[in-house]
Every structure is written in C-alpha cells, then in structure tokens.
C-alpha cells in the first residue's frame, strides 16, 4: 500500500522544505559556535547546570505534591484480618498504598498459605509443592537481593497454589554466627565503647538475643509487605530448640561414624576476629603493585603488592640460595628451602642445608616437583604452617610445621628478638635486618591477589590451627552422582560442570567447621583428661558424654572431668539442614513424612557450593534422600551501573524504599545511623546524591515485584534499574484504568457465560483478542514450567499493554458507540474472559492490585481469592486462530503507518482523509472491513481507497 503519487509529492516537497531550513539554521549554528571564546563555552554549561538543577527541584517539588494530594487511602475500623472492603468505589487513579491496605493479614487469617487450606479440588495428580526460604541472616534489613528472591520464589510459590497443589512455603532466620556477632560487637563499641570481653559470654550472648529479637521481626515484616505467602505457623530460628536438636544430632552421628574429627590443618585465620572464617567470607581481591591499605589495628595503610628476594647463607660455605615472597614476615617460620629435582642451578646443593639469618635453626633444601624452576629464582621458601601448598609439600618431605602467629596477629615465642610486634610492624624490621646482614637483594612490584575478610576488613592470615573438620570425600561423590544420574536437576545446567568441578576438588574434601565466636551452636564435643592423654567425645549432653567416656576409657564417671569445647559450628553446617530440620528431623514427624524431600530450592547461584552442594551431602548422608529434585540459580543482583551492591557505594537499597517511596534526606538519614565508618558514610552519601538526586519514587509493591521478575535471573548478574519500577507502577495504572472501563460497561448486573464459545458473528477483532489470549495463556504454562519467569511476565505486558488496552479496548469503543445489541453483548463476554483470565495470569507476580480488582468483578461463582482461584490452562483457552491474527497484523501495520505519517508531517493533533493506493485486492477489503476502527486507531477522518 502506498500514498498517491500526487500527495506524495505534496508531502515530499513539504519536507524537503523544513529540511532545508533545518539544514540552513544548522549551518548558522555552527559558524557561529565556531566563533565562541572559552569563556563562552563555561557560560553555557553552567547555564545548562542551573536549568538541571531547576529541573530537578521542579520535579521533585511536583512529586511531593501528588504525593500530598493522594487521597486514596483505604481506611477501616474493622479488625486486622477483616475482608477488606470492595464495595466502596474504586479510585479513579492506581494507588499502591490504597491497593495494598488489609489483603495481607485477611490472607493470613484465612489460612491461604497454608497446606492444610482445603480447596475444592486438586488439578494436579502430584500435589504438593514443598518449598523452604533461603533464610536470611539477622545482620540487619533485607535489601534488593532479597527482594529479587523472594519475588522469583513467590512467583513460583503462587503459581503452583493456584494450580491446585498443596504448597508449603516455609519462613525462617539465619542466626549467621560471625556477621551477627561482628555487626553487634560493631554496635556495642560505638554506643559503650566495650568489647564483647569486656561484657563476658553469657551477657553478650544476651545482647545477640535483643539485636536478633528486633531485626527478625523486621525482616518478617519486609517479607510480608513483599507479598510473600509464607506458612507463618512454621516460622524457624536456625538456633531455635528443634533446629538445635538437629545439629547436635548431625554432629554427634558424624563423629561417632569417624567423619568429624579434630586435626590440624592450614585453615583462613582473622587475626582481628580471632576466629576461623569460611572460603565465602573471604574476597580476593587483585592488588596493584605496591599499593597500601587501611588494615584494622594500624594507624598508618600498610603497602601490598611488592616482591622481596633475600638470599640464605648455605651452611659451611659462602654460597647461598635466593628466594622471593610477597609475605617477608613469614621467612621467620621457614623450615626447608626447595627446588625442582631436575634444576640443574641447584643440583650440588640437594641434600645441603643453609642458616636461617635471624632465628637459630637449620633448613634442609629439598627436592619437589611441584616447584616451578621458571617462576622466581627457581628456589621457593618452605612456610608449612601459613601456606597451604607448604604444608603439603612438608608433610611430604616430614618437615616441621612451625606457627610464628599468636590469635590476635603478634608474632610468638617462635620469632626470638621479634616476638610481640604486630605481624606488619614485622614485616618491616625483617626489612631492616636482611639489608642489615646485606642478604636483602631485591624488592620489586608485583601484581597479587589479597585475601580480606569481608566482615572485618582485616587481611586473611592462612595458618595451621587445630580444628574440627568433616570428611566430605564419599558425600561429595554422592552429590555428584545424584546429578549425573538425574536425581538432582541444576537449572541453569551449565552449573552441572562446576557443580562436579568443586565437589570433585581436593580442597573440598575436608570441611573445616569450628569458629572461636560466641554467637552460634557450641559444639557437641566433650574433651576427656586423663592421666597419660586426652580424647574426645560427642554427645547431646554432658549426662550422655560423661557415659560415652566411661565406657571409653573405661574410667567410673564419677572421676572422670569433662570440658566442652568452646567454639561454634560454621553456620553453614546448621544452614545445610534446613530442608530438613524444618520438619523436626530427627523426630519422624507428619510434616517430615508429608513434605520431604522438597520439591524445589531456589537461591543465589553465588552459595551453590557454600549451602547448596552441603545441604545435599548432608541430606543424603543423614536422612538418605537427595532433599530436592531440582535446583533453581538466579545470579547477583547489581545496580544500573552493573556494580556490585555494596553499602559504602550507597547502593544497597532497603525494598520497601522502592515500594513506599523514600526522599534523598530519609536515604541519607538512615545512612547516617548505620554502622559504617565515617569515610564509608561519606562515599555512600555522594553515591546517593548521584543515583538518587530526587530519592526514590514511590512505586507499590507490585510494581517491584514485577520488575524484579522480568529480569532473566538466570544470567550470572541481573543489573537492577528503579526506574524500570516507576514504569511497572505506570502498567499498573494502565490496568486499573482498563479494568474500570471494562467494569463500567458490564455493570453490577452482568452474568458471566457459564461455557462460552466463540460465537459465529464474531468479529475479526474479537476471534484476534481471544486468540492472543489464549496463546498467552500457552506462553506462561510453558515458561512457568521451566521457570523462565521473565518470558511470562514479558507475556503479560504484551497481552494486557499492547493488546488489550491498546487494541480490544480501543476496538470496543466504536462498538460500545453503534447500535448492535449482539454485538455489545459479544464483546461483554469477551472483555469479562480478558479480565478474568488477565488477572489471575498476572496474580502470581502482582497479589495485591490482583487480588483488589478480582474481589470487584461480577460473578458469583468465584474463589474467596485470586490466590486460590485456578490459573488458566491452556486445554480452557482453545480459541487461537492464525487467520484472524493475519488479517490483525495487516490492520495494525497499516494503522502504524499512518500515525507515523503523520507524526513525520507534524500532523498529529489534525484528523486527516487518508488516500491509499493498494495493489492487492486482500489488502483492499481488510482495510474496508475495519475502516472505522483504523479511523479510530489512527486518528484520522477517513480512509479514501484509489483505483
């Protein structure tokens, strides 16, 4: 189809016109920018600086106006958990706070989240759908990370409830020993300015107990406003009595089957912490050459990133060996010097020993092949107690393992002259005696990895500590079977190769899960004195111990004096039987028989191998089950600028920020009452003025929630926009508006059909919308199914967007207008399936306006709630018809045209009489057939068809 040609020329030479006017001001434009002075230049930036920022107050000032004029705020006298009521008019505009007043508790009270909520049937033949939260720890508020999972799950969660299953979705804490305990000593010093010691064990326990009371009620909180259709009634506390049951119970088969044990092995030591801490919680982080750092307990940054080669005096001879480390104070454990057997430089010193210069002691050299003779001089120093490949190649050469760290990071009774400095301070006077003894040869820039401990900040010390570890090896074969079997499913599977990758990995094997905290489960193990040696044993209690070691040493119990050990399981040992604990494991409980294993966990693709990978080898070693079939992975979530979340980046957002809307003076203000140091605080400042000039607009929770949805979470990272928020608050507002249009024609007296079918007078228009309905329909079963959630809701939006409010309702109103009875009523029944249909599509994402708009519309034969109504299948929406979506299509493009003709002719506001040539007689009687309704679309007078 095309224009005549007379009106093409007409048009085209009008353009052709304005572009050479454009063209001539442009010209002009440059010849004289050309001629501006610097001084200038400056003028008019600053000049465009002034308008932004009056733009900026200007909208922030319009803002806080809207927001004082809402005068839609739902209020009632009627007691938490009353229905709320629908019968009052609806808004004429979408309010977040409006829709969202009461449903919450009404759905709590009802018991809707519940397994035992009886429903009329059940759709699905496997009918249960068990679920557990990924618990979050008790440090402080959820933020955006946990919106993102709690959104997915919901989702999920909602959906199959909706399908007929009997879901069980299970709340919970972490108790997150070393962050809680970090963050609260972290409080007790800047309000009393004490230590955790200076209070003792038992009255700083205390002090946990009120911090965990006050930010779990909070995080409850936040996970309701969110939405989350949790079962209440199963709330747990990883430290509450049944989950402690159940860790002392792991703890104490394990031992007794030999596979925890106390040894000593090269562990991640924080001096500042005084404490074991996890691979997780330690960052390696890459460090230019020669670059210093802030390190806790040192006034002055401490330089990193350097090489340092000395050389050691060989005994009896005036020779010597060069070696090279970027930890110069650790040379004062050296034990041994090695080299590669085939190194021809050092082939007559094999067998030979050098002195150590500053402490009396003797090291042989020796021969290992894992030394690399390219790397270096060639000739490596032997540090077995603070270095993980040392400590093997000691243990292989039987070499001795000597520890120059006390806890705090002072250097010990092993450093001679040394002993006492802080290792740092160390560092430097080992400096200053080498270049002393002349054996300081070199020190050079060197790019490393550091390791920091991601709680205190302070550099990971690796060092050889006695401690209590788990033997993984036989569990992590199991784990990796249960996937190549298919008894574990990964999604996304290109997980499965790490998955095997990590498990399979020597380091894996053993599980170090002591920490020297207060703040966890105190750890199961009795030490036994005897005259000629000690023992351990493991047990519920010191009753049950005391019998243990009875029949062990074979001593009376009334002489025998037992201690418990002091130290606190890894919370990731607690953590990995959650699945199962929840249910009151090892008591075989109803909850236990009915609801494991699961049936699915979704979480952070970054715990996979810290939580994941353990809560499988436990679960399959405690209880013999793999305790889910199918793993769900979303990746990191990451601000606009793709850059990590991180408080002192000013980044971290608390969610309901973006649900009820937050001022840049409210975000800087809770800022300043956080636990961050005063240049952090700085820094997130500066970062919120640049991110959030205008704070945060207020944008509901469905709208959040949304969001967060249609991201594919399955990429590694999910970069997170608020804006993106704003514009599915401005959805909502297009679904409210469009279901009070459809609401005011049906009216109070409408019946719904019972059994509709699509009549034989239906028009082209209607067979179109039914059709794209139903294949929305097919879209989210299927995308649902395979969890691509950001595919279902991308549906959605295009359904309710662009086809029914855009299209069908546009449509309906030149019916609405005419005089055909049959017709008006054709297109009530089909707006009534569209709206029903389109809201419980929407509700697993969108519970509240969903769930506000279902309680309005007519019928009497509905669910008490959206949330327990069927979600359609496509075996009820069997009305896709290809012919109708062809002839559509053409219309659509053809109405396209037209308003971009006009828009490029500045004819937008003008309703025109269009002349088209066509050169297929299809074309011709389609646009006929629809003529009105293009007209409509389009906004145009008429449509003139040439010959």
């Known amino acids: ?14 353009l052709k016109l304005r572009n050479l006017c454009r063209n001539s001001v442009s010209t002009d434009d440059r010849e004289l920018q050309k001629t501006k002075s610097d001084q200038g230049r400056r003028l008019k930036e600053d000049l465009k600086a002034a308008k932004r920022k009056e733009r900026l107050e200007r909208s922030l000032a319009k803002l806080q106006k809207a927001k004082q004029n809402d005068t839609s705020v739902y209020t009632s006298s009627a007691a938490p958990g009353t229905k709320k009521d629908t019968l009052c008019p609806l808004p004429k505009t979408y309010s977040p706070h409006y829709t969202e007043a009461a449903w919450y508790p009404w759905w709590q009270k009802q018991g809707f989240f519940s397994p035992e909520h009886s429903r009329d049937k059940c759709i699905e033949v496997n009918n249960t759908f068990t679920m557990v939260i990924p618990p979050p720890n008790v440090t402080g508020n959820l933020h955006l990370g946990h919106a993102l999972t709690n959104s997915i799950q919901d989702a999920i969660v909602r959906w199959n409830r909706m399908k007929g299953k009997k879901v069980l979705w299970i709340p919970g804490s972490d108790h997150a020993g070393i962050a809680t305990q970090v963050v609260v000593e972290k409080q007790l010093y800047q309000t009393d300015n004490k230590t955790r010691h200076d209070l003792g064990r038992y ?24 939405g989350s259709s949790l079962d209440w009634e199963r709330t747990c506390f990883t430290l509450d009595q049944k989950h402690s049951k159940a860790v002392s119970e792991a703890f104490v088969r394990l031992f007794d089957e030999g596979l925890i044990y106390r040894k000593n092995r090269v562990i991640n ?28 307990g040192y006034s002055q940054g401490i330089e990193f990133g350097t090489l340092t080669t000395f050389a050691y005096p060989l005994l009896n001879s005036d020779d010597h060996i060069c070696v090279s480390t970027t930890r110069l104070e650790t040379m004062l454990g050296d034990v041994a010097i090695a080299v590669h057997p085939q190194d021809v430089r050092y082939t007559h010193y094999h067998g030979n020993k050098v002195q150590h210069p500053l402490v009396d002691r003797h090291l042989p050299i020796i021969c290992d092949e894992t030394v690399d003779p390219n790397f270096g001089t060639g000739a490596v120093k032997i540090t077995p107690a603070h270095d993980v490949n040392d400590f093997n190649i000691g243990l292989r050469h039987g070499v001795p393992c000597i520890d120059i760290l006390t806890d ?6 092993q450093c001679s002259k040394f002993q006492g400095m802080k290792r740092y301070e160390a560092r430097e006077a080992v400096y200053e005696a080498l270049k002393d003894l002349g054996l300081l040869k070199d020190v050079a820039g060197h790019s490393m990895v550091l390791p920091i401990c991601s709680r205190s900040k302070d550099i990971i010390e690796p060092r050889l500590k006695e401690q209590w570890f788990v033997d993984c090896t036989e569990m992590a074969k199991l784990a990796i079977e249960a996937v190549e079997k298919g008894d574990l499913k990964i999604i996304p599977s290109s997980y499965e190769k790490q998955w095997k990758d990590w498990l399979s990995n020597a380091t894996t094997r053993e599980w170090c899960i002591s920490r020297q905290l207060w703040w966890g489960h105190q750890i199961p193990a009795y030490k036994v004195v005897t005259d ?17 070691a009875s029949s062990k040493t074979k001593i009376p119990a009334e002489n025998l004096v037992l201690h418990q050990d002091e130290d606190v399981l890894d919370t990731w040992f607690s953590s990995a039987l959650f699945p199962f604990s929840v249910f009151g494991w090892p008591d075989k409980t109803q909850d236990l028989t009915k609801f494991y294993p699961n049936t699915l966990l979704e979480t952070g693709s970054d715990i996979l191998f810290f939580w994941v990978a353990r809560m499988v080898m436990l679960g399959k070693k405690l209880t013999g089950h793999t305790p889910f079939p199918e793993v769900l992975l979303h990746g990191t979530l990451r601000d606009s600028y793709g850059r990590k979340m991180s408080k002192s980046l000013g980044n971290v957002i608390d969610p309901l920020h973006v649900i009820s809307g937050a001022t840049l003076k409210n975000l800087q203000a809770e800022l300043e009452n956080s636990n961050l140091d005063e240049s952090e605080k700085k820094k997130a400042c500066e970062g919120l003025q640049k991110d959030f000039p205008l704070g945060i607009p207020e944008c509901g929770t469905d709208a959040l929630r949304f969001t967060l949805s249609s991201y594919n979470f399955k990429a590694p990272f999910v970069n997170m926009d608020i804006s993106h928020a704003k514009s599915n608050r401005h959805f909502c507002n297009k ?14 007296e409408y019946i719904p059909t019972q059994h509709f079918e699509v009549p034989k007078e239906a028009s082209c228009c209607d067979r179109w919308i039914l059709s794209r309905l139903s294949a929305c329909v097919r879209s989210c079963e299927n995308h649902l199914t395979t969890y691509d959630l950001h595919l279902a809701t991308r549906a959605i939006y295009l359904f309710w967007y662009g086809e029914l409010c855009d299209v069908y309702l546009e449509y309906t109103k030149t019916i609405f207008k005419a005089e055909d009875t049959l017709a008006k009523t054709q297109c009530k029944d089909i707006l009534y399936i ?12 969108m519970p509240y306006i969903t769930e506000e708009l279902y309680q309005r519309i007519p019928g009497q034969d509905k669910a008490d709630s959206i949330c327990i109504a069927d979600y359609p299948r496509p075996d009820q929406f069997i009305w896709e018809s290809q012919s109708a979506e062809d002839e559509m299509k053409t219309v659509l493009m053809f109405t396209k045209q037209l308003l971009s003709l006009k828009t490029e002719n500045n004819m937008t506001k003008t309703r025109l009489e269009v002349c088209v040539d066509c050169c297929s007689s299809q074309t011709v009687n389609i646009i006929n057939n629809h003529k009105n309704f293009i007209c409509h679309l389009s906004r145009i007078q008429d449509i003139v068809i040439t010959d």
């Open 408 to 413: 705090d990071g002072r250097m010990n009774y």
């Open 203 to 226: 009255q700083f326990i205390e002090q946990v107990w009120k911090w965990k009371k006050q930010k779990v009620d909070n995080i409850y909180e936040q996970l309701k406003k969110l």
């Open 1 to 14: 189809m095309a224009l005549p040609s007379q009106s093409r020329c007409k048009l085209s030479f009008g």
């Open 532 to 548: 000629s040696k000690h023992i351990w044993v493991a047990a519920d209690s010191l009753e049950e111990a005391t019998k243990k």
């Open 834 to 845: 569209c709206l029903d249909a389109g809201l419980k599509l929407l509700s697993p994402f």
């Open 269 to 296: 030591w924080c001096c500042h912490l005084k404490s074991v801490i996890s691979d997780i919680e330690v960052e390696n982080v890459e460090i230019k050459p020669k670059t210093k750092l802030q390190v806790p």
């Open 735 to 748: 679904i409210w508006q469009a279901f009070r249009y459809i609401t005011n024609h049906l009216s109070n």
